[in-house]
């Protein structure tokens, strides 16, 4: 990493970000997040008064908003209706033409937390939350200067 801060049109933005979930491009997402959680126990030790904790698991966690322009994930709610559990990849790219490169995650054994069948209101642009968990994770791209 250099020493010297960056300029701030080396600041990624989100505007050119993609999401694919399992090889198609949801050209109507406008943001999404994935993140990995440590849950951990707490250990006490003789002779210490402070409780330290050790790290037992990972969870991961994410969500992909988009724009209500599609029906999507229609064979996901049939599916959990059925009692199936699909599963999904997804990739999340961050790019930005200004920035030092562009990253990109893929997210393995994604699992939808629920499906929005509706929600509306007069007078607003349509949006859809898609929350979900994984199990995997790997960096395809990564932004080195």
Known sequence: MPNSRPPANRVISGTWAEVWV???LWVECDGGQAKITNNKTD???????????K?????????ISAHKVYTRNRDQARSLNEG???????IMKLADPDAYG???IALYNCSFDDETLA??????PGKVNYPFTFTGWDYLDTINP
């Open 22 to 24: 399992d090889g198609e």
């Open 43 to 53: 250990v006490h030790m003789c002779g210490v008064m402070m409780t330290d904790v």
């Open 55 to 63: 790290i037992t698991s990972q969870k991961g966690t994410g969500s």
């Open 84 to 90: 199936r559990d699909l599963r999904a990849t997804i």
């Open 102 to 104: 562009s990253e990109r």
């Open 119 to 124: 929600d509306f209101q007069a007078g607003n």
